[in-house]
């Protein structure tokens, strides 16, 4: 068995016995997304419920999603908030957004979602101005080149105690080859160097292997 195989296999193994099937909505929010033909990019069913135990145990009311794709992630996070809770995904794309609309309108989400169609950089800055209460958890996972800049603005709409999960950090180890200059890479790479050198942040990186190949997140706790 090759190794990438072996990690599918062991991930499928740990989504069998620790979570089980799927229920309709998260299936079926996969299904439309690819009959939609929207690129095959979600979190796993794992790392979905990691991001909802990570909701859970920071006690999230409110919170920030950057990249919404068909929304399997944010059916993930938006379950684990309170009736009166509020998750905010901002998506690039308006078809992609479509999808994701009704595939939380299935999953019971549609009152406690909202979803904003636009270029992230321009609905940041009129999320700001309408000085919403701190988000508790932001998930950051859209195009790597402008991770720097999500950061920053996930520092600007935070609070001590809130926690910002940066996703896709590995690059398949490119983010440690100095020399690589792509622009994923390198968004990527200086949003770790903000994670580490930050003042307000405390900040680590986990490596995984899976479903997702090799990848990994990073994990900062805003600290003031």
Same mark, same amino acid.
């Given at each position: 068995?090759?190794?990438?195989?072996?990690?599918?296999?062991?991930?499928?193994? +740990?989504?069998?016995?620790?979570?089980?099937?799927?229920?309709?909505?998260?299936?079926?929010?996969?299904?439309?997304?690819?009959?939609?033909?929207?690129?095959?990019?979600?979190? %796993?069913?794992?790392?979905?419920?990691?991001?909802?135990?990570?909701?859970?145990?920071? $006690?999230?009311?409110?919170?920030?999603? *950057? $990249?919404?794709?068909?929304?399997?992630?944010? *059916?993930?996070? $938006?379950?684990?908030?309170?009736?009166?809770?509020?998750?905010?995904?901002?998506?690039?794309?308006?078809?992609?957004?479509?999808?994701?609309?009704?595939?939380?309108?299935?999953?019971?989400?549609?009152?406690?979602?909202?979803?904003?169609?636009?270029?992230?950089?321009?609905?940041?800055?009129?999320?700001?101005?309408?000085?919403?209460?701190?988000?508790?958890?932001? +998930? *950051?996972? !859209?195009?790597?080149?402008?991770?720097?800049?999500?950061?920053?603005?996930?520092?600007?709409?935070?609070?001590?105690?809130?926690?910002?999960?940066?996703?896709?950090?590995?690059?398949?180890?490119?983010?440690?080859? %100095?020399?690589?200059?792509?622009?994923?890479? @390198?968004?990527?790479?200086?949003?770790?160097?903000?994670?580490?050198?930050?003042?307000?942040?405390?900040?680590?990186?986990?490596?995984? @292997?899976? !479903?997702?190949?090799?990848?990994? +997140?990073?994990?900062?706790?805003?600290?003031?």
């Amino acid at each position: 068995m090759s190794e990438a195989r072996l990690w599918h296999t062991v991930d499928d193994y +740990f989504t069998e016995r620790l979570l089980g099937d799927q229920d309709e909505a998260l299936a079926a929010a996969l299904r439309e997304s690819e009959a939609a033909g929207l690129p095959p990019i979600a979190v %796993s069913p794992l790392q979905g419920k990691l991001l909802q135990l990570l909701a859970r145990l920071q $006690g999230a009311r409110r919170v920030l999603e *950057i $990249g919404t794709l068909g929304g399997y992630s944010t *059916i993930w996070l $938006g379950r684990a908030l309170p009736a009166d809770g509020r998750l905010v995904t901002l998506e690039y794309d308006p078809r992609h957004a479509e999808v994701a609309v009704r595939n939380l309108a299935r999953a019971g989400l549609a009152e406690r979602v909202e979803v904003r169609v636009g270029p992230a950089l321009e609905s940041l800055p009129k999320l700001a101005d309408e000085q919403p209460p701190p988000f508790d958890l932001v +998930f *950051i996972d !859209a195009d790597k080149a402008n991770n720097p800049h999500y950061v920053k603005w996930a520092l600007r709409l935070t609070a001590a105690g809130s926690l910002i999960v940066l996703d896709n950090v590995v690059r398949g180890g490119r983010v440690a080859d %100095s020399g690589n200059t792509d622009p994923d890479v @390198v968004g990527t790479r200086t949003a770790l160097e903000m994670f580490g050198t930050h003042p307000r942040l405390d900040a680590t990186a986990v490596q995984t @292997v899976g !479903a997702k190949d090799h990848d990994g +997140f990073a994990l900062a706790r805003v600290v003031s």
